[in-house]
């Protein structure tokens, strides 16, 4: 099972990641995962929302230009060493990761780990084989 993930791409000006979020707030979508990760001229912005295609729609309204793609959002225990086990599953079954970052989400005692995977579908083979829980939304 996949996430849907939006990524927003961002001119680096001050303010612009302001505008995003205002987008968001006034069109009453929640943000459940964020990262951004920059350049000298520019930066993308990830997102996992609560209501992905009133996103999409706010964000092209209000100018900005996005994309969609897939990613496995993984919960993990949250205790040392939770996330270095997974990620030795990966290399073992030879899966690029991408990227990664974490969760807004709280449950007690879990973590969630966003991860874009070079093999979405042998990345998730390797999650059900290890008999790790997806979080299917948010």
């Given at each position: 099972?996949?996430?849907?993930?939006?990524?927003?791409f961002l001119e680096n000006n001050a303010g612009r990641l302001g505008e995003v979020?205002?987008?968001?707030?006034?069109?009453?979508?929640?943000?459940?995962?964020?990262?951004?990760?920059?350049?000298?001229?520019?930066?993308?912005?990830?997102?996992?929302?609560?209501?992905?295609?009133?996103?999409?729609?706010?964000?092209?309204?209000?100018?900005?230009?996005?994309?969609?793609?897939?990613?496995?959002?993984?919960?993990?225990?949250?205790?040392?060493?939770?996330?270095?086990?997974?990620?030795?599953?990966?290399?073992?079954?030879?899966?690029?990761?991408?990227?990664?970052?974490?969760?807004?989400?709280?449950?007690?005692?879990?973590?969630?780990?966003?991860?874009?995977?070079?093999?979405?579908?042998?990345?998730?083979?390797?999650?059900?084989?290890?008999?790790?829980?997806?979080?299917?939304?948010?």
């Amino acid at each position: 099972m996949a996430i849907k993930q939006i990524s927003v791409f961002l001119e680096n000006n001050a303010g612009r990641l302001g505008e995003v979020t205002k987008v968001l707030a006034d069109a009453k979508i929640n943000i459940r995962a964020i990262s951004i990760a920059d350049t000298a001229d520019f930066g993308i912005l990830r997102l996992i929302v609560n209501k992905q295609d009133e996103a999409v729609q706010a964000l092209t309204a209000g100018g900005f230009t996005t994309r969609i793609s897939d990613v496995a959002a993984v919960e993990i225990d949250d205790v040392p060493g939770s996330l270095a086990q997974v990620m030795e599953y990966f290399r073992q079954a030879k899966v690029n990761i991408e990227y990664l970052y974490a969760s807004l989400e709280n449950k007690a005692e879990k973590a969630v780990i966003i991860f874009k995977l070079e093999n979405h579908e042998q990345g998730l083979k390797i999650v059900k084989e290890h008999g790790l829980s997806m979080v299917e939304s948010f």
